[in-house]
């Protein structure tokens, strides 16, 4: 089945050390989407690909940058992760309007199972 | 972005009906209606949308007012496996040739047996 997949499911790591977590689909989507999940709380977006195109949101701290190599392959990077940055992160993707014959906003989002931080 | 208001919770029993209401009074007039839920340990799914018109699929059914204003999702039976967060949300285009999702609070739904 086509999907989304997320690894590892569970990190853990300490204050400060980097870390990458993975994201692969299988869909061909053209948009690539990364949100950060923490505990009780809503997702929330922290920036997203169309294509090669990188789209930051305003509010995302520059402790967290992204990279798509190709269509099917995106990481998030967190560069020195701190206490406050543990929590559930999801990877989503999406088509364009273009490529999937629908208006942009009945677009549907594709989420994996999503990467669970743990700092210490 | 048009926001959206949810209760925090609502309760139901196994085999009976769920509607989980939604208030968009902001909704602008190419805003897609979204409804997704968030199983417990797992990434959010997709469940229905739609614009104007009430739609169903396998899943559930919307029901969207003559205003826009507010939207319904119905869960014709809920079973166990519908205990979840289920959120109410409008899609962003934003000029855009695809969508971003901006998540609310979403209802916490509690299926009883």
């Known amino acids: 089945d086509a999907m989304v997949i997320q690894n590892p499911r569970y990190q853990v790591t300490q204050f400060g050390k980097p870390v990458t977590l993975s994201c692969s689909q299988t869909?061909?989507?053209?948009?690539m989407y990364w949100y950060q999940q923490k505990s009780s709380q809503a997702p929330k977006l922290l920036f997203h690909?169309?294509?090669?195109?990188?789209?930051n949101e305003a509010d995302t701290p520059d402790n967290f940058q992204s990279r798509r190599p190709n269509t099917s392959f995106c990481f998030l990077d967190i560069r020195s992760p701190g206490l406050g940055d543990a929590a559930m992160y999801l990877c989503?993707?999406?088509?364009?309007?273009?490529?999937?014959?629908?208006?942009?906003?009945?677009?549907?989002?594709?989420f994996g199972a999503g990467s669970r931080l743990t700092v210490l | 972005d048009a926001k959206t208001t949810q209760p925090n919770s609502m309760e139901s029993n196994e085999e009976e009906p769920v509607h989980l209401p939604c208030n968009h009074s902001t909704i602008s007039g190419t805003d897609y209606i979204h409804w997704y839920r968030q199983l417990p340990s797992q990434g959010p799914e997709y469940v229905i949308h739609?614009?104007?018109s009430n739609v169903n699929n396998r899943m559930a059914s919307l029901a969207i007012a003559e205003d826009r204003k507010s939207s319904t999702l119905i869960l014709h039976r809920a079973t166990l496996r519908d205990a979840a967060v289920y959120y109410c949300i409008l899609m962003d285009a934003g000029g855009t040739s695809y969508g971003k999702l901006t998540f609310g609070q979403g209802t916490i739904l509690t299926v009883h047996p």
């Open positions: 739609g614009l104007t």
């Open positions: 869909l061909n989507h053209n948009v």
């Open positions: 989503a993707t999406s088509r364009d309007r273009v490529a999937g014959g629908q208006v942009a906003g009945a677009n549907v989002l594709t």
């Open positions: 690909y169309y294509d090669k195109d990188f789209n």
